[in-house]
């Protein structure tokens, strides 16, 4: 028997902090531009660059804010609740029950490269119920909405035939897909690298090490995916 646990959190809207983040970046760089460009003065870009592409990760959290709301679920052994709150004034906005003997299906995902989390339940009715979660990748059970998600589908899942059961629908990278999409960027980067220190020894292009670096998050992501599919009994 385990005890209902509640976790309060922040939910975002991503698609939308995601469409106002690159359009503050994109027009913002564009506009300092065209302004350095038509006053001939090469530190309005600089200036432009920090504004733009600088301060967006300094207050990241201020930026998330922007999109998110607070968020409360409980976790009890037959059912999972969710509810919405204001930012700012704290009323509620959504409350939804969701039972485990109405999902079919679920997908769970812990971001490697911040501190988000995604769930997707997909319902018997056809329906499907989302959510991207902030403040998660915690050591703490108590926090961690993806945790407490496996334990409770596998709580519920324990009992029941196999045809009965809820079912992980696995993340990209932990697909056959998804390896040889690894397999292929893995191949192009050593031979990115190794056409770099055959032509132009003495110089590392900047787009070179964002790539390497690129490798590695979906490396860590794939790492994470890997192991969620081992969680769910």
């Given at each position: 028997m385990i005890n209902n646990?509640?976790?309060?959190?922040?939910?975002?809207?991503?698609?939308?902090?995601?469409?106002?983040?690159?359009?503050y970046m994109i027009v913002g760089t564009l506009f300092t531009s065209f302004l350095a460009i038509e006053l001939k003065n090469t530190i309005?870009?600089?200036?432009?660059?920090?504004?733009?592409l600088v301060l967006p990760f300094i207050f990241k959290n201020k930026f998330r804010n922007i999109f998110s709301k607070k968020a409360s679920l409980l976790f009890e052994e037959s059912r999972l609740t969710i509810e919405l709150f204001d930012f700012k004034t704290e009323d509620s906005l959504i409350k939804e029950n969701i039972k485990y003997s109405d999902i079919k299906s679920f997908r769970g995902i812990n971001s490697s490269k911040d501190d988000s989390a995604f769930?997707?339940?997909?319902?018997?009715?056809?329906?499907?119920?989302?959510?991207?979660?902030?403040?998660?990748g915690k050591?703490?059970?108590?926090?961690?909405?993806?945790?407490?998600?496996?334990t409770f589908i596998n709580l519920y899942n324990a009992n029941l035939k196999q045809e009965e059961k809820i079912v992980l629908i696995p993340n990209f990278?932990?697909?056959?897909?998804?390896?040889?999409?690894?397999?292929?960027l893995a191949i192009l980067l050593a031979i990115a690298i190794a056409l770099q220190f055959l032509f132009i020894p003495k110089a590392i292009p900047i787009s070179l090490f964002s790539g390497f670096i690129f490798f590695l998050i979906i490396i860590a992501q794939s790492k994470?995916?890997?192991?969620?599919i081992k969680k769910l009994k």
């Open positions: 646990q509640e976790i309060n959190t922040l939910v975002i809207n991503n698609k939308n902090f995601i469409l106002f983040i690159s359009l309005i870009i600089w200036v432009g660059i920090f504004i733009f769930i997707k339940l997909f319902l018997k009715n056809g329906d499907s119920v989302n959510y991207t979660f902030l403040n998660q050591a703490s059970n108590e926090t961690d909405v993806i945790e407490n998600l496996f990278f932990a697909t056959s897909r998804g390896r040889g999409f690894i397999i292929a994470i995916d890997n192991a969620q």
